[in-house]
């Protein structure tokens, strides 16, 4: 069943702690996502790769660091530089240079800063 | 740049009546716009896509390049189109291609 698994479904964060979101898929798609949601705000994008070993900052990427080593996983690392971390996060993947198809999303993890 | 505007956070209709949910883009070139839902405990999810000019659970919307607008319609609205919406654009960016998401319209269908 192809898809985007994102993990841990919940995950609470010490101030000062940094955190590691997973995001692994097996549509073969090419290209990632990583989406923060937060209410009234709709999702703003933080990092995005097109391909293994090379990515680029989106919109709000101050505070988050991101790896490509594999096409499956693009995980997200939320430092403690992230002055207000706590949000849901969604992570997305499509075929390169396919926005004609949209993306697939996953179901997100929500962090809170505790 | 690109942005995506929707203006309504929030919008209540009664089942059986029309409803149009707006949207409106700026970008200096061709855009490709998108309807994403997200209903409740599910993820998000497209719903269409202006480039197929599809129906999807009676749902539509035209792309107005005269008036940057994407709006989504349906003429009678059902319990279970209760959601939020997103219209997002698909701009590139070098060779890139993004998503660039509108904040989202709360749809709630009375009974």
């Known amino acids: 069943d192809g898809g985007i698994t994102q993990s841990p479904k919940y995950l609470f964060r010490k101030e000062g702690q940094n955190v590691t979101l997973s995001c692994e898929q097996n549509l073969n798609h090419d290209a990632m996502y990583w989406y923060r949601q937060d209410p009234g705000q709709g999702l703003r994008l933080i990092y995005y790769s097109q391909i293994v070993n090379d990515f680029q900052k989106g919109d709000i990427a101050e505070g988050y660091s991101v790896s490509r080593e594999k096409k499956e996983s693009f995980p997200l690392t939320v430092t403690s530089a992230q002055k207000n971390p706590t949000a849901f996060y969604l992570c997305?993947?499509?075929?390169?240079?396919?926005?004609?198809?949209?993306?697939?999303f996953g179901s997100g993890t929500r962090l809170t800063v505790v | 740049a690109q942005r995506v505007t929707q203006p309504e956070k929030l919008l209540s209709v009664f089942k059986g009546a029309p409803v149009e949910l707006k949207c409106n883009y700026s970008?200096?070139?061709?855009?490709?716009l998108f309807w994403y839902v997200q209903y409740s405990r599910q993820r998000l999810q497209l719903l269409l896509r202006?480039?197929s000019r599809e129906s999807i659970k009676g749902f539509t919307a035209d792309l107005n390049k005269g008036e940057t607008s994407f709006h989504l319609k349906k003429p009678f609205a059902q319990e279970e189109d209760s959601a939020m919406y997103y219209c997002a654009l698909s701009g590139s960016s070098g060779s890139a291609r993004q998503l660039t998401f509108g904040s989202g319209t709360q749809l709630t269908v009375l009974p």
């Open positions: 202006h480039i």
């Open positions: 970008y200096s070139g061709s855009p490709e």
């Open positions: 997305a993947s499509s075929i390169a240079r396919g926005g004609s198809y949209g993306y697939t």
